[in-house]
């Protein structure tokens, strides 16, 4: 695959994810029980805005700059805001922390994340980053193959779905995943991102992820930036959430609204399925 985040990083669609994400560890971790967190497609774990690649992409210009410049953002994203500056150690922001960051910076005392990246270059960075970092363990294979086979026996389990969607199957292999992981455990949270190009797509995923998930909970999270009107761009991104906790949707409406903001034709919303 062509996919490098490093030219994505920090833009719309990762605040939509990374400040959902944020939300959902704290609302896991909430109690003693332990926490898995699998992640599927991981990426390097942090990246230079400075580098060519984010240079000449421009989107984290207008994503986490325009965030980070706002007097008052809502307060749904202050967690995200808050993990950028840890990561950039409170001076001037020119890293962008990606979700195995995040994520293992919330580990607790038995807590475990396996995190999933088959790109070689890739998985070196993120190996090295992780290098140290108790109940973290890196893959260098393909995440959709891999998930089911590192399930381990915490009390509780996240699974992070995030392909590039560059091959058709994604879609198809994120829902049989879903599947998998519930079949394995009912009580299983699954937090699957995805691009929005066009309504019969997402209407097709929609349907085939309530299939494959039923009769779990399912609420589905819109970041509009414009109109779906050019299947070609990517004109936003969704979250497909399963086994919400509780207040999910309030919080993950908020989270998309403070993304569209500002942006001409934006639209959030957030709805549970079925």
């Known amino acids: 695959m062509n996919y490098r985040h490093a030219f994505h990083a920090g833009n719309f669609a990762d605040l939509v994810k990374h400040a959902a994400l944020l939300w959902l560890l704290a609302q896991m971790q909430g109690d003693e029980r332990s926490l898995q967190v699998i992640d599927t497609h991981g990426g390097a774990g942090l990246y230079d805005l400075r580098g060519p690649e984010a240079r000449r992409s421009g989107e984290a210009e207008a994503g986490l700059m325009r965030l980070l410049a706002q007097t008052a953002p809502a307060p749904e994203m202050a967690a995200l805001i808050a993990a950028v500056a840890e990561a950039n150690g409170g001076?001037?922001?020119?890293?962008?922390?990606?979700?195995?960051?995040?994520?293992a910076r919330t580990l607790r005392v038995g807590d475990r994340y396996d995190v999933f990246e088959m790109q070689p270059d890739e998985h070196a960075r993120l190996s090295e980053l992780m290098a140290g970092r108790p109940g973290v363990t890196t893959n260098c294979a393909d995440g959709f193959a891999g998930a089911a086979g590192v399930m381990g026996t915490a009390a509780r389990r996240l699974v992070l779905i995030d392909p590039p969607f560059e091959r058709a199957d994604d879609y198809e292999r994120s829902c049989d995943l879903a599947a998998e992981a519930l079949g394995r455990d009912p009580a299983t949270t699954l937090l699957i991102w995805l691009p929005l190009k066009d309504l019969h797509t997402l209407d097709v995923f929609v349907r085939d992820l309530e299939d494959a998930c039923e009769p779990a909970p399912l609420l589905i999270a819109e970041a509009r930036m414009r109109p779906l009107g050019d299947p070609m761009k990517m004109n936003g991104c969704a979250l497909a959430l399963v086994n919400p906790p509780p207040g999910a949707q309030p919080v993950l409406q908020a989270i998309c609204e403070a993304v569209v903001a500002g942006a001409q034709g934006g639209k959030a919303q957030v709805w549970p399925a079925g």
């Open 91 to 103: 001076k001037e922001t020119i890293l962008y922390p990606g979700s195995p960051w995040l994520i």
